[in-house]
């Protein structure tokens, strides 16, 4: 039989379709980026400055003494009402929460989380929590776009990729970062690496890229940022750097669910948390006021080493605190920016012993070695902190460095800060992911073929004294009549069929609309046939017009691909000699 031609990517006649929803998904995305930003900054003036604007203001600057403690107090009583009487998905910093409706929600989002997941994060920003845009816009545009999904006959694959097309388009708007936003997606939220989910994302990603000055009115990196080409010496310092970020993650992640624990201690409902880790969060304002709000105006210093290096220290520790204990209360907010500013802090500390290299590389190697280590995502913090500065002489010291300190977390923890939280909720969140065998192989390459077939015209007492009679091979056998398969038949059909007429021919039983597999299909799509319809095994017929049975294909067949699969995960061996001639 000659091989069939088969296409890189399975057949999709919906892509076009699903692509033009997510170029709309850029736009609402860009919007949505728009009003999160425009509600950060109205309770940031309305908290600290007792004014109604949106303009751009730093909390650290207010003059409000101890008072400040208050603030943050009243931003967490307000989001636990929220979340208790309006929606407990606000909770949380977005990102687990998107990933558990993609994976076990079939991506659908209500409406009350899109309106309420930008306020509820506005309010506890505004207020000072030491929180980023990010986890929030993920949060909003995902379900604006599983809103706008829900209306259309689609289904759960196609809504996951018009969620996450929503999410990423939100994120491009808010950082300006588009390509980071698509790996994102590609490590985190999608699960896959399709065209049908890779497409809508980018496009959605572009679209919101495009629109960032207009609706933004952001052009440009957000932190722009030059250092000096990469000497060669600097590779020891990244590894050494990458180890720092390493330890530092994971000592951020265990430390927030021991927190979170302890707060789960409290004899209290959940609702007062978020005020409880707000007085916390009040204090650590007073003590550090840099430590407060988005804090994007300290990053930048941060990487233009414009802090003294007791200041940073001291940023550091009250970040990290504040950030953890108001997190672990339940309250809204995201993780990128925080983690931003504590890597690019340790940067900071490092880059006063690190050699190899001048001391303004390390807080952004830091930075994104940290947000690469802390969510598991090395790629997207590598290229994030591209986008963020523009700094291409960093790119090789932030791979590598992010590199490291995800290779840390992933030997040192089971989960990640953000698979964590799910596991939590009783779900196992897998994240690795490959071509699976049965998309590698088609049905030709595993059917039977040397295929007993039953006459249609044969009654069912004879095919009880043959086919399944005493010396059965077969559990069933394909019905043809000549060539052209009727059907399938197997013993127990038989019987039936024999118990109430004896002399009734085997067609009888077979169904109107015979059920079959051709010799091209992938091995998953018939392996998925075989779930949908009860069965434990298909003829393969040439063609779905002449319907000449050429074999057989059942889950025996299927499941041998999975030892293919172990012989090239798990066997280990040593080529005691290599040939010279290359192998057919």
């Not at 207009?214 to 722009?224: E, T």
């Not at 390493?246 to 409902?269: C, I, M, N, Q, R």
Request: charged letters at 15%; glycine letters at 10%; a neutral charge.
């Amino acid at each position: 039989m000659p091989t069939p031609l088969r296409g890189d990517f399975a057949p999709n006649t919906r892509l076009l379709r699903i692509t033009l929803i997510a170029a709309v998904l850029g736009v609402l995305g860009a919007v949505a980026a728009r009003v999160l930003l425009d509600l950060i900054h109205l309770f940031t003036n309305l908290f600290f400055f007792q004014t109604v604007s949106t303009a751009d203001r730093s909390p650290a600057s207010h003059t409000l003494g101890a008072a400040v403690i208050a603030l943050p107090v009243i931003g967490g009583l307000i989001v636990g009402l929220m979340a208790r009487y309006g929606s407990d998905k606000i909770r949380g910093h977005g990102i687990p929460e998107a990933i558990e409706a993609i994976l076990f929600g079939k991506s659908r989002m209500s409406p009350k989380v899109a309106v309420l997941k930008p306020l509820s994060s506005g309010i506890v920003i505004g207020s000072g929590g030491p929180f980023g845009a990010e986890g929030p816009i993920i949060m909003t545009g995902g379900a604006i776009g599983s809103l706008l999904a829900q209306h259309f006959h689609l289904s759960a694959a196609e809504r996951k990729a018009l969620l996450v097309s929503g999410a990423t388009a939100g994120m491009t708007a808010v950082f300006g970062t588009p390509v980071a936003a698509v790996l994102l997606a590609v490590e985190l939220l999608l699960f896959e690496l399709r065209p049908r989910s890779l497409l809508p994302v980018a496009v959605a990603c572009a679209v919101a890229g495009f629109l960032r000055p207009l609706l933004v009115g952001a052009s440009g990196p957000l932190f722009p940022l030059e250092t000096a080409p990469v000497e060669p010496l600097a590779i020891v310092s990244c590894v050494a750097a990458g180890l720092a970020c390493g330890a530092l993650s994971a000592t951020l992640s265990l430390s927030l669910y021991k927190v979170e624990d302890l707060f789960g201690k409290l004899p209290v409902h959940w609702m007062w948390w978020p005020a409880i880790g707000g007085l916390v969060v009040g204090i650590g304002g007073l003590l550090e006021p840099r430590a407060l709000g988005v804090g994007y105006d300290v990053i930048d210093d941060l990487l233009h080493n414009h802090l003294a290096l007791s200041a940073v220290v001291a940023l550091l520790a009250v970040k990290a605190a504040i950030w953890v204990i108001a997190l672990g209360s339940g309250t809204s907010g995201g993780v990128l920016a925080p983690l931003l500013m504590m890597g690019a802090g340790l940067g900071v500390v490092l880059g006063h012993v690190l050699p190899g290299h001048e001391a303004a590389l390390w807080p952004l190697v830091c930075m994104a070695a940290t947000l690469g280590g802390t969510m598991r995502v090395p790629l997207t913090a590598t290229v994030f902190a591209f986008g963020l500065t523009h700094d291409a002489n960093a790119l090789l010291p932030t791979l590598c460095a992010s590199a490291v300190a995800y290779g840390f977390t992933v030997l040192t923890m089971r989960r990640s800060i953000l698979t964590e939280k799910i596991a939590r909720r009783g779900h196992h969140i897998y994240r690795e992911y490959g071509v699976d065998p049965l998309e590698r192989h088609a049905v030709h390459e595993v059917m039977t073929r040397s295929v007993r077939s039953i006459d249609a015209a044969m009654t069912a007492a004879q095919a009880m004294t043959g086919p399944f009679g005493p010396e059965q091979l077969h559990r069933a056998h394909p019905v043809v009549k000549g060539s052209r398969l009727v059907g399938i038949v197997d013993r127990a059909a038989v019987i039936e069929l024999h118990d109430r007429v004896p002399h009734a021919v085997v067609a009888e039983a077979c169904a109107i609309s015979p059920e079959f597999a051709l010799p091209d299909e992938t091995c998953r799509a018939v392996a998925t046939r075989l779930a949908r319809l009860q069965l434990e095994r298909l003829p393969v017929v040439s063609d779905a017009v002449s319907l000449t049975v050429v074999g057989i294909v059942s889950r025996s067949d299927l499941i041998k691909l999975s030892g293919v699969h172990f012989d090239e995960e798990d066997t280990c061996e040593r080529m005691r000699s290599v040939p010279w001639r290359d192998q057919p």
